[in-house]
């Protein structure tokens, strides 16, 4: 029993990403929130719990600046706070969904909630490859969960449309943006939720080799300006607009 | 766009990561629920209920008392609850102020262990609105002088009397009055309800549009015994609640300086004349300096001055000071801002008029600038010079 | 070198993306081994030029999507120094699973993939361009209309492997989608119109050519204020919504300051208006000058044509 909720810091989506000598500069970034995907899960997790699913463990992987989303968790009603501290974006992804299973068992929970993607490198890795790790079942871009006699059903957007599938525990589950009210702090759930321990762990006392990653970031660049505009005058112009639409901004 | 506070010397990190949780939180309530609905707010003249009810949630209402189901927070962050609530409208941040300060707070202070248990887990919660009754239509900076007047008749008192430019008046389930009991000024509290007591509302504002403001009358108004806040007599009692008031004042007149500031900046990198944008114009940079210049020096006032209620240092004419200096410079700076602006500056599109027309309030009430301006004087010289002596 | 693809399809039948899979494995040389689940497309597959075998896997448990269940079939069939996929949703989910299933890492949403491995993928929602290293093997989502497509004309050899998975996922029902709108502050493309479009009753058209596109329709504060039928919620602009959408088409929107400031962050923006000397033009990436009269039938059916190739 009890769902662990995976969260990732990423910088605020309105924050202005700059590069300097090729690497992104973390230190311009003024404002890290939790990925808003992770939010909604974060949500549906506390719902579970509110429906007598057992606790709710937040768990991050993540440099010390990481440990502000556990307290935002507590903050809106998580019990326990599981902080794996590691430099975490010089990991791959092989070392990261090792680090983050092993937090889980830690948690003892069966079921395992997460964003279906983190909002910076868009990946949508890690809840696949934390299920696949533990040998989990797993749904993804869910955006509702309830629980009838110990089964887990979920809507979730799947090949075919939107359908309400049915799940037995262990799974994990990625959440999509869902109808669902995000729950507003409250000044008795910040104070609470300061007072909350941190449980700190480190990738040896998780028992994961964290050294060589296998993935290397070669180099950070700014995406390239784009092209001044073109109008054109008349509607013959459309198929031609039509196939840069596609071609050249992949945006249809 | 994104809001972001301006923040030149960085206060930010000065805060405890609870100061900063309680900002955040209040910052995105103002974000996602006050902006997109102020202007329609204003346009029809009141303070929308759903808005008391989330402000009550957030366990925001009388932020530095404690104990009563009170949040029990520092006056710092005291202090940030009122910027970003003033960032969003003078008229929100005037709702828990008088909450706040001028209901709670006399209750807390100078109430009964039975008033206090009564009124303030419910007043804290927002369940229970208050509000404060000092001034009256012919005495506003002479409040000694008040006509307000209670009568001890055995078992009961009997109120009467007219208190003007109430906030909150109307929508209040409790008001805090002062009036004179053989011939000294003491605090009543007077229930929605109570025979011979009503609060209409003065309508026609320019300024507070989201904001109701009341006159309370009370024509033989008849309250239990023990409705009289029993730990104050005099002047002091109402004025130990207006110092708390115009400390979060001088927080707040931040926050709608940084709205202004914010929209000007804005506004004149996007707007284009003579080819370029005006904010690469000598004299428009001369206005944004000047307004981060000022802004800057009134964050530090305030910040030093919540630190200063937070260890009890302080005197009255130090919160003078804040309050005076800081609803000053926001006022001078919310009309440069709509001359960045120019003809756009007046539409209901931009924040800068409405703030402006706010502050011209926010200038007045609570003590007015040249009222401040007096107790400095005073501090300074010795010499009071409110009144001439005969 | 050798590379497994896995096959992307929609409908029953194989996506074209796949014929980019291909392209792009080709330009790194070596085998190719495309990878059917349930079979799909894989007459279609082996017509790819450049594939060297089709393996078509077949069995009960891709009746049902169940993520765990199809890549538990297909890791044993995967080898290869490289496995490469499309970056949808659903792929994405597999790709994951078959990776840590196998113990290589992976690199989603690639645009661009050369030897060694080097790859390179947005990053921050494009603000920011990543490029890695990554050893074989690996597994790599590729970006849609990223990658030159490998022509057809191929004749690959077709294995069918039957395969036996337990499901953990029961579909109960498929759920109605919402018949509401999209809402315009959640779209990825948004079409919007100004006072331009002449009447309440015109944005009809607006609708035509967002359902193509799957677009929110967005509309100004002149066409708010003018037309009751248009609500506010649809606003975009300085006291309307600010929104940053992949494409947001503007339709008889001149681009006043306060509009320009609620979309001008947009990644891409096509303006549609009569006045050549709108002011919409000057944020525009792309500008058509016509009236919405002439120009939206003709968009709307070059974008159903490009839609259904």
Redesign the interface.
């Known amino acids: 029993m009890g769902v662990a909720v995976l969260l990732k810091q990423v910088p605020d989506t309105t924050a202005k990403i700059s590069v300097t000598d090729g690497r992104v500069d973390e230190s311009s970034i003024t404002k890290w929130s939790i990925s808003p995907y992770d939010e909604y899960a974060l949500e549906n997790a506390i719902r579970l719990k509110e429906l007598g699913y057992g606790d709710v463990v937040a768990i991050t992987c993540g440099p010390a600046r990481s440990s502000k989303c556990l307290v935002e968790a507590a903050a809106v009603g998580a019990d326990k706070l599981i902080h794996v501290v590691t430099d975490s974006s010089s990991l791959d992804s092989i070392q990261i969904q090792a680090l983050l299973s092993a937090a889980v068992k830690e948690s003892s929970c069966d079921v395992v909630m997460c964003g279906k993607q983190a909002a910076d490198t868009n990946s949508g890795s890690t809840g696949p490859g934390v299920a696949s790790a533990l040998g989990y079942s797993c749904v993804g871009a869910v955006t509702e969960v309830s629980i009838e006699g110990g089964v887990i059903s979920a809507t979730r957007l799947g090949p075919s449309g939107l359908e309400e599938v049915e799940v037995g525990v262990p799974c994990v589950f990625t959440f999509d943006k869902g109808d669902a009210e995000l729950r507003r702090p409250n000044v008795r759930g910040i104070m609470m939720a300061k007072k909350k321990p941190i449980d700190s762990l480190t990738s040896d006392d998780l028992g994961v080799d964290t050294s060589n990653s296998a993935v290397s970031v070669e180099s950070h660049s700014s995406p390239p300006e784009k092209p001044p505009g073109k109008k054109f005058v008349g509607i013959e112009s459309v198929p031609e607009v039509v196939n840069m639409l596609r071609n050249d901004a992949n945006v249809i | 766009m994104a809001y972001e506070a301006l923040d030149f010397y960085d206060i930010d990190s000065l805060l405890t990561e609870e100061e900063r949780m309680v900002r955040d939180m209040v910052r995105d309530w103002v974000e996602e629920r006050v902006l997109p609905n102020i202007e329609g707010a204003c346009r029809d003249g009141i303070f929308p209920d759903e808005w008391r009810v989330e402000i009550g949630e957030m366990g925001i209402l009388g932020a530095p008392l404690k104990g009563y189901g009170c949040p029990g927070l520092s006056y710092i962050a005291y202090g940030l609850i009122c910027q970003e609530l003033e960032r969003g409208d003078s008229g929100v941040r005037s709702f828990a102020s008088v909450q706040g300060s001028l209901a709670m707070y006399p209750i807390w202070d100078f109430g009964s262990e039975e008033q206090k248990e009564k009124y303030l887990p419910g007043m804290a919660k927002g369940e229970l609105v208050g509000c404060f009754g000092l001034t009256e239509p012919d005495y506003g900076s002479n409040p000694g002088d008040m006509i307000t007047r209670a009568e001890d008749r055995g078992d009961h008192f009997l109120l009467n009397g007219t208190k003007m430019w109430i906030t909150n008046g109307t929508i209040a389930d409790i008001a805090v009055v002062w009036a004179k009991l053989g011939g000294v000024i003491r605090g009543f509290i007077v229930e929605k309800g109570d025979e011979g007591f009503s609060a209409p509302e003065m309508k026609g504002k320019h300024s507070l549009k989201a904001s109701v403001t009341s006159e309370l009358v009370f024509q033989d108004c008849k309250i239990p015994k023990d409705r009289l806040m029993p730990g104050v007599k005099g002047l002091k009692g109402p004025f130990s609640c207006l110092n708390n008031a115009r400390y979060g004042i001088s927080w707040g007149a931040v926050g709608a300086a940084q709205s202004c500031f914010n929209s000007a900046r804005e506004y004149s990198l996007s707007r284009i004349q003579f080819g370029h944008p005006i904010a690469s114009f000598q004299l428009v940079q001369n206005k944004l300096s000047w307004m981060l210049r000022e802004i800057t020096k009134g964050q530090l006032l305030a910040y030093h001055m919540g630190k200063k209620k937070d260890d009890g240092s302080w005197i009255p004419e130090q919160i003078s000071l804040a309050k005076m200096n800081n609803v000053d410079m926001a006022l001078e700076i919310a009309r440069m801002s709509r001359d960045i602006h120019g003809a756009n500056g007046i539409l209901d599109e931009y924040p800068v008029m409405r703030h402006m027309a706010n502050l011209e309030s926010v200038k007045t009430y609570e003590g007015t600038h040249d009222i401040h301006n007096l107790i400095l004087g005073r501090h300074i010289t010795g010499i009071q010079s409110f009144t001439r002596e005969p | 070198m050798s590379t497994t693809v896995i096959a992307e399809s929609s409908n029953g039948s194989l996506h074209p993306i796949t014929s980019q899979l291909v392209g792009a494995a080709s330009a790194l040389g070596g085998s190719i081994t495309v990878i059917c689940p349930g079979g799909i497309g894989s007459t279609d597959a082996a017509q790819i030029s450049g594939v060297s075998k089709v393996i078509s896997v077949e069995g009960d448990c891709f009746h049902t999507?169940?993520?765990?269940a199809w890549?538990e079939s297909l890791s044993p069939l995967v080898e290869g120094d490289l496995i490469l996929s499309s970056s949808s949703?659903?792929s994405?989910?597999?790709?994951?699973?078959i990776?840590?299933?196998k113990?290589?890492?992976?690199?989603?949403?690639v645009t661009n993939l050369a030897e060694g491995f080097?790859a390179t993928?947005?990053?921050?929602?494009?603000?920011?361009?990543?490029?890695?290293?990554?050893?074989s093997p690996?597994a790599i989502s590729l970006?849609p209309?990223?990658f030159e497509p490998a022509g057809g004309g191929g004749d690959a050899e077709i294995v069918t492997v039957n395969v036996s998975q337990d499901i953990?996922?029961?579909?109960?029902?498929?759920?109605?989608?919402a018949g509401e709108r999209l809402d315009v502050s959640?779209a990825?493309?948004i079409i919007s119109g100004g006072r331009g479009m002449g009447g309440p009753s015109n944005f009809s058209h607006l609708y035509e050519v967002a359902d193509v596109?799957g677009a929110a329709v967005g509309a100004s504060?002149a066409a708010v204020d003018t037309w009751d039928e248009i609500p506010h919620s649809m606003q975009v602009?300085?006291?309307g919504k600010?929104v940053t959408p992949?494409?947001y088409i503007a339709v008889g929107i001149s681009g006043a300051?306060?509009h320009?400031?609620g979309m001008?962050?947009s990644?891409?923006?096509?303006a549609i208006n009569k006045d050549?000397e709108a002011p919409i033009?000057?944020?525009?990436?792309?500008?058509?000058?016509?009236t919405w009269e002439?120009?939206l039938p003709?968009?709307k059916g070059?974008?159903l044509e490009?839609?259904s190739s």
Not at chain 3, 121 to 135: L, M, Q, T
């Open positions: 999507y169940d993520c765990m890549s949703a659903m994405r989910e597999i790709l994951s699973s990776a840590a299933k113990g290589v890492p992976v690199v989603q949403d080097s993928r947005p990053i921050y929602s494009g603000k920011a361009i990543e490029e890695v290293r990554v050893p690996c970006r209309n990223s953990t996922v029961a579909v109960k029902q498929a759920l109605a989608k959640e990825d493309i596109l504060r602009g300085q006291t600010t992949n494409l300051i306060q320009l400031a001008r962050s990644k891409y923006i096509l050549p033009f000057g944020v525009a990436d792309y500008g058509i000058v016509a002439e120009a003709v968009l070059q974008l490009m839609l």
